[in-house]
């Protein structure tokens, strides 16, 4: 089992559609939890950084920890066809510790 | 927020020669930097961890006679592919941890070793 699981997709919607990515991983003793948009041929772009568990707000994007669960989520609302990107989760049990990734799910939004 | 400079973006370089490339943080002091490989369609492969003032720390499987990581200062880390072949093209991403913002990625080299 891999530490870290996620739905690699492709995941298509329409422009306009709320989307919800999400990961599960195994190991309680993640306390960093980020989510990461990653175009063609780019580096990874860091959208929502978390402490803990609870809620974060950014603009369109809201990002969700359940760490009872071993769940994370990001939520984009009124998702555009410019979000179209992979879109990576990381988690790491320490702010100088490896991360550890997700296997990126592919977002495509359908204009 | 932090911000990481990598250079060269792209880099076309003949078999057998070695490639430098470089990872500045730009705003913050980083005594941590990290390597990672990704392939097409993959995730990003962690291939060592750079502390500066000591030896990088290599992932299992990772030749560190090949992949020379240099971390001279709190702001600069270098990956250095020495006798470069074919099978060693792909893309590298360096990254650095800050407290606040978290891991911030430089914008990744494609190396293409012909």
């Known amino acids: 089992q891999k530490e870290v699981e996620q739905d690699p997709g492709p995941l298509s919607v329409p422009e306009g559609a709320i989307v919800s990515l999400n990961c599960t991983y195994s190991?309680?003793?993640?306390?960093?939890f980020m989510w990461y948009r990653q175009y063609s041929r780019k580096g990874p772009e860091l959208l929502m950084y978390?402490?803990s568990s609870g809620n974060k707000e950014d603009g369109r994007f809201t990002a969700q920890v359940d760490k009872s669960s071993k769940y994370i989520s990001l939520f984009i609302r009124d998702s555009q066809p410019s979000d179209s990107a992979t879109y990576l989760c990381?988690?790491?049990?320490?702010?100088?510790?490896?991360?550890?990734w997700g296997a990126g799910t592919k977002l495509i939004i359908k204009p | 927020g932090a911000v990481v400079s990598q250079h060269p973006s792209r880099v076309i370089c003949k078999s057998g020669t070695s490639v430098k490339i470089e990872c500045r943080s730009l705003?913050?002091?980083?005594?941590?930097m990290f390597w990672y490989r990704q392939f097409p369609k993959k995730s990003l492969m962690l291939m060592a961890t750079?502390?500066?003032?000591?030896?990088?720390?290599?992932e299992q499987g990772v030749e560190k006679d090949k992949f020379l990581i240099n971390h001279a200062s709190l702001t600069l880390s270098t990956l250095t592919v020495t006798s470069a072949h074919p099978e060693d093209s792909s893309f590298y991403i360096c990254?650095?941890?800050?407290?606040?913002?978290?891991?911030?990625f430089g914008s990744g080299t494609r190396l293409t070793v012909v």
């Open positions: 190991n309680s003793a993640f306390q960093y």
């Open positions: 705003d913050f002091q980083a005594t941590t």
């Open positions: 750079s502390n500066e003032g000591s030896k990088a720390t290599y």
């Open positions: 990381a988690m790491s049990a320490g702010s100088n510790y490896q991360l550890i």
């Open positions: 990254s650095a941890s800050e407290q606040f913002y978290g891991y911030t």
């Open positions: 978390t402490y």
